[in-house]
């Protein structure tokens, strides 16, 4: 039996393509082993996102040819559908994979070990064909990330990812429904719907679809107890957006709303067609329908021409809306987009002690977020045992996806309990 050992980097539809090649590779007959030497198969699934994403990916490729020189090592996604396009592959891959040709991983590997083809990689950016890969479990014993579309039509002005992935294609609803239903009946209790850009989900579709009723869909399904979204465009918010949301018991109140920059004259730069006031509205009618909902966001500092001044003002703004958690990036120059040839890059120096700043300001929302539920009853679906300042501890998330410690003589795994926060049941980071 031939083993195959496969390592993901990046964003949780990498994570859900990369489980879903292993299925296959399981179904072929594959001895699944972990990423080490011995094994006749390296599968790494690359990301592009960033400068660093794309030296990892490198590094990963590297480390499996020389883990065994004589194993056949497999690139997919991103990194490579990027390079191969420019004409740039390394030299210690033997196949290269590109995006929406991950299905067919067991006939590439059959057809290299015939006649040696090297490489498959369409066309991303002409291609209307959403890729069928599917999930009968995961890793997580107890929620599952479901990808649901691909491809990105925002373009902006810092981001390759468009030019890795493509225009949006979305999942056929019914598809999605039948391998949530598969992992319902697995035992999962919680989804996560993701996408490379989720809320154009539906939007290619002859006859128009949207992400709303997809999740009405899946709150349908008998066994799934929760709902949470991937990351989300601040426009999908409208008044039917979150009041239908509002009264769906499944669906957790954990909105990842991206910002990426306070001032309203880096948007612009970014191309991220939003001012920071509709930014706001979106928050506060997500705080109307729901009872201090979870609203994380990313931020990036640094961007080309960002002054003093619009950095406060950004700073400002995210003081303002006060999110329970802040993800910091400092802008990193993508060749290939917009941005990398703007007038102005902010030397790094500058960005370390703007990222820093705002990292400061964000444990500082965190705290204060969390402090809110102090001796307040929350449901927790309990996911794993683990040892935290030395107990051994059953841990889980809230819906607002607070991660909770609790000690029971019970084995609640896998069960959504009420617990009251303080004493014995602390959040855990």
């Known amino acids: 039996m031939k083993k195959a050992a496969l390592h993901n980097l990046g964003c949780k539809v990498n994570a859900y393509e990369t489980e879903a090649m292993q299925e ?3 179904n072929a007959g594959y001895e ?34 020389k883990m065994n020189p004589e194993a ?28 929406n040709r991950k299905q067919d991983l067991i006939a590439i590997l059959d057809a290299y070990e015939k006649d040696h083809v090297e490489q498959d990689v369409i066309d991303i950016n002409h291609t209307h064909e959403y890729e069928e890969l599917h999930l009968s479990r995961t890793a997580e014993h107890t929620r599952a990330y479901i990808k649901v579309q691909d491809g990105c039509n925002q373009f902006c002005s810092y981001c390759i990812i468009p030019f890795a992935r493509g225009r949006v294609r979305s999942r056929k609803k019914s598809d999605i429904i039948e391998e949530v239903t598969k992992l319902a009946e697995n035992g999962y209790k919680e989804v996560v719907l ?4 989720l809320s154009s989900y ?23 107890e929760r709902i949470r979204l991937g990351s989300l465009e601040p426009r999908i918010i409208t008044e039917e957006f979150a009041e239908k949301l509002s009264k769906m018991p499944k669906f957790c109140p954990h909105f990842h709303l991206s910002l990426q920059s306070g001032c309203d004259e880096t948007l612009k730069r970014m191309n991220r067609r939003y001012t920071s006031a509709e930014f706001a509205k979106k928050c506060a009618l997500l705080r109307k329908y729901f009872r201090n909902p979870a609203l994380t966001t990313d931020v990036i500092v640094g961007f080309p021409g960002e002054t003093e001044e619009e950095f406060r003002a950004s700073k400002a703004f995210v003081d303002q809306i006060h999110f329970y958690e802040t993800h910091i990036f400092k802008y990193s120059r993508r060749e290939g987009t917009k941005a990398a040839v703007m007038d102005h890059q902010v030397p790094e120096e500058v960005k370390t002690a703007r990222s820093n700043e705002m990292i400061a300001l964000g444990k500082k929302h965190r ?18 045992n683990i040892i935290h300042d ?16 609790v000690q029971s003589r019970e084995n609640v795994l896998n069960h959504i309990i009420k617990v009251q926060i303080g004493g014995q049941i602390q959040i855990i980071h």
């Open 202 to 224: 539906g939007i290619d579709f002859e006859e128009k679809d949207d992400l709303l009723s997809l999740i009405c869909a899946v709150n349908e399904i008998e066994g799934i």
């Open 32 to 65: 699944i082993v972990p990423f080490k030497e011995g094994a006749d198969v390296y599968v790494i699934n690359t990301c592009t996102v960033t400068n660093m994403a794309d030296r990892k990916s490198r590094q990963m490729l590297h480390r499996a040819k």
């Open 194 to 197: 993701t996408g490379i850009h």
């Open 390 to 405: 030395g107990k051994e501890v059953q841990v889980g998330h809230t819906k607002e996806y607070m991660k909770i410690a």
């Open 72 to 99: 056949v090592v497999v690139a997919a996604g991103c990194y490579v559908q990027a390079q191969a396009e420019s004409g740039k592959v390394d030299e210690s891959i033997d196949i290269v994979i590109g995006n």
């Open 24 to 26: 296959l590779l399981e």
């Open 367 to 384: 705290k204060e977020y969390e402090d809110s539920f102090a001796g307040k009853e929350v449901e927790v679906l309990v996911e794993e």
